[in-house]
T-cell receptor
Framework: DSGVTQTPKHLITATGQRVTLRCSPRSGDLSVYWYQQSLDQGLQFLIQYYNGEERAKGNILERFSAQQFPDLHSELNLSSLELGDSALYFC???????????FGPGTRLTVT | AQKVTQAQTEISVVEKEDVTLDCVYETRDTTYYLFWYKQPPSGELVFLIRRNSFDEQNEISGRYSWNFQKSTSSFNFTITASQVVDSAVYFCALIHTSGTYKYIFGTGTRLKVLA
């Protein structure tokens, strides 16, 4: 158990809808990362927050947004969902930006 | 551009064989960090090792060993006397630190260890 929790585990929704994925980092970790893992694209870095502030951005679509709250939990919002957004979404946390990341169990999103 | 290449998509070995997973990276940074992660069938990624660009010492942890060679931009991972429980997808990753941080993962190598 990495200490990182993600909810929900599974999510099935329709095209055009909006969903929110939630992540609680390991105790004491200030950095939170979001990744998308799909079969054809591998593991893609989306965005990183450090102590509430956005620190790095990867291949995140404009339809997606994230935030990190004062209690350090983070949410990833996905809107105007398309079939191609179906994937496993991982949250990870670390002690700092150069350190190893500890991954949550992921949220499997299926868009129908 | 920064890139991580894991050319081996899938490897199958018989239990007790040694196996090496290759990782080649590209970066112009002088300061960077390399990682290996394991993703077992359960799905959760597990951290295995971290290396910074100034530390070329090879590392051994039980049956696992890592060979970091800056001259060839490689960070290879060897499992000695493989076991069925080693069956997983293994990812090599790079943190690029100049300017905006980038977190780059290779496409992974699926290792199947057969009993």
């Amino acid at each position: 158990d990495s200490g990182v929790t993600q909810t929900p585990k599974h999510l099935i929704t329709a095209t055009g809808q909006r969903v929110t994925l939630r992540c609680s980092p390991r105790s004491g970790d200030l950095s939170v990362y979001w990744y998308q893992q799909s079969l054809d694209q591998g593991l893609q870095f989306l965005i990183q927050y450090y102590n509430g502030e956005e620190r790095a951005k990867g291949n995140i679509l404009e339809r997606f947004s994230a935030q990190q709250f004062p209690d350090l939990h983070s949410e990833l919002n996905l809107s105007s969902l398309e079939l191609g957004d179906s994937a496993l979404y991982f949250c990870a946390s670390s002690d700092g930006p150069n350190y190893e990341q500890y991954f949550g169990p992921g949220t499997r999103l299926t868009v129908t | 551009a920064q890139k991580v290449t894991q050319a081996q998509t899938e490897i199958s070995v018989v239990e007790k064989e040694d196996v090496t997973l290759d990782c080649v990276y590209e970066t112009r940074d002088t300061t960077y960090y390399l990682f290996w992660y394991k993703q077992p069938p359960s799905g959760e990624l597990v951290f295995l090792i971290r290396r910074n660009s100034f530390d070329e010492q090879n590392e051994i942890s039980g049956r696992y060993s890592w060979n970091f060679q800056k001259s060839t931009s490689s960070f290879n991972f060897t499992i000695t006397a493989s076991q069925v429980v080693d069956s997983a997808v293994y990812f090599c990753a790079l943190i690029h630190t100049s300017g905006t941080y980038k977190y780059i993962f290779g496409t992974g190598t699926r290792l199947k260890v057969l009993a």
